[in-house]
């Protein structure tokens, strides 16, 4: 029977009819598995943004060619920067499994178990603390601006 309300108690289906808890020890594993992925979704975006930081820095300042080769020009689709580079590529396969999961998590909550939303919730604040709460020793960019208004 499909829950609308929070409930508690072991007996949960988590995203599939396979992954159905009958009793305490399954349930314990199946709580302790969310927890673990949820806190995985946070060290993958983490990774995803010093990702994203290193390819903006990368392109801004690109490495000076030994050789001129005419044919590579600025966009071409093989500098970093491009629209069209591996790089971005990787930043864009590495928000697509970060989301895939952000989403499957978000369903797993939705069997609307205390105990599965209690250790979804505990494993995001755990991985924001341990992989994201130093974002702040992360290099961001900011531009001064003068305003000509004064």
């Known amino acids: 029977m499909m829950h609308m309300t929070f409930y508690w108690g ?3 289906t988590i995203l599939f009819d396979g992954w159905t808890t009958s009793s305490w020890i399954s349930y314990s594993l199946s709580l302790l598995a969310c ?4 806190t995985f979704y946070q060290y993958l975006e983490d990774k995803r943004v010093r990702f994203k930081l290193v390819s903006a820095a990368r392109a801004s ?6 050789i001129e080769d005419p044919l590579l020009q600025p966009g071409d689709g093989k500098t970093a920067g491009s629209k069209w580079s591996a ?3 990787a930043g864009a396969a590495l928000f697509g499994l970060n ?11 939705m069997s609307f178990n205390g105990g ?3 250790a979804i919730v505990l494993g995001l604040a755990v991985g924001y603390l341990v992989f994201r709460s130093g ?12 305003c000509a208004c004064s």
């Open 10 to 12: 072991n007996q949960v």
């Open 35 to 38: 927890f673990l992925v949820s």
């Open 61 to 66: 300042n690109p490495p000076k060619p030994q």
């Open 87 to 89: 790089a971005r590529f």
């Open 99 to 109: 989301s895939g999961i952000g989403y499957m998590l978000m369903l797993a909550v």
């Open 116 to 118: 599965v939303f209690v």
């Open 135 to 146: 974002d702040e020793d992360v290099a961001t960019l900011v531009v001064d601006n003068p």
